[in-house]
């Protein structure tokens, strides 16, 4: 069976070293095995438990809480249970983030249409100008007609040349 260095399990995952002892350190890999020297000593097989960790990660779950979801995997079948309990309640949270994320989108592309259009006609005024049927039906509920109060300071869209 092949074995890895920390160095070359590093690499194969796309991630620093660094991050590989900073995992063993907080307590995330009590699958590696060591060397009679200490050296760490990943198999093909630790891949797919370092992926999992690396996934939760960027799912934005807390060091903390991977090293308790590592700890029931290694206690076996018992734990299922909490363990499905977990991966659903982050898959929660990382839905909840990406409608976020998609609602900031939206926003980000309305403020591209806003401002490709006063590139356009030379000035942001050109909105004082617009009815609500010139505005593309995906952004009119960002917009706001010229006698409204803008985002910015209250004043109409029409005087506001950089707020929206």
């Known amino acids: 069976m092949k074995e890895y260095t920390v160095g070359e399990m590093a690499a194969r995952l796309g991630v620093p070293a660094s991050t590989l002892r900073y995992y063993d350190r907080e307590g995330l890999l009590p699958f590696v095995a060591r060397s009679p020297g200490g050296i ?19 799912t934005g779950m807390p060091i903390r809480e991977i090293g308790a979801f590592i700890d029931l995997c290694m206690q076996g079948d018992a734990t299922i249970s909490r363990r499905l309990a977990l991966i659903l309640a982050q898959k929660k949270a990382v839905e909840a983030r990406l409608d976020e994320l998609r609602q900031t989108q939206e926003m980000l592309e309305y403020k591209q249409w806003y401002y490709e259009t006063a590139q356009a006609a030379g000035s942001c005024a050109v909105h004082g100008t617009l009815t609500e049927k010139d505005v593309p039906a995906r952004f009119r509920r960002f917009w706001q007609p010229p006698d409204a109060p803008s985002a910015c300071g ?6 506001v040349s950089d707020g929206q």
Request: hydrophobic letters at 45%.
């Open 154 to 159: 209250g004043a109409p869209a029409a005087e």
């Open 40 to 58: 760490r000593l990943f198999r093909e097989s630790d891949l797919s438990w370092l992926a999992t960790i690396e996934c939760l990660k960027k």
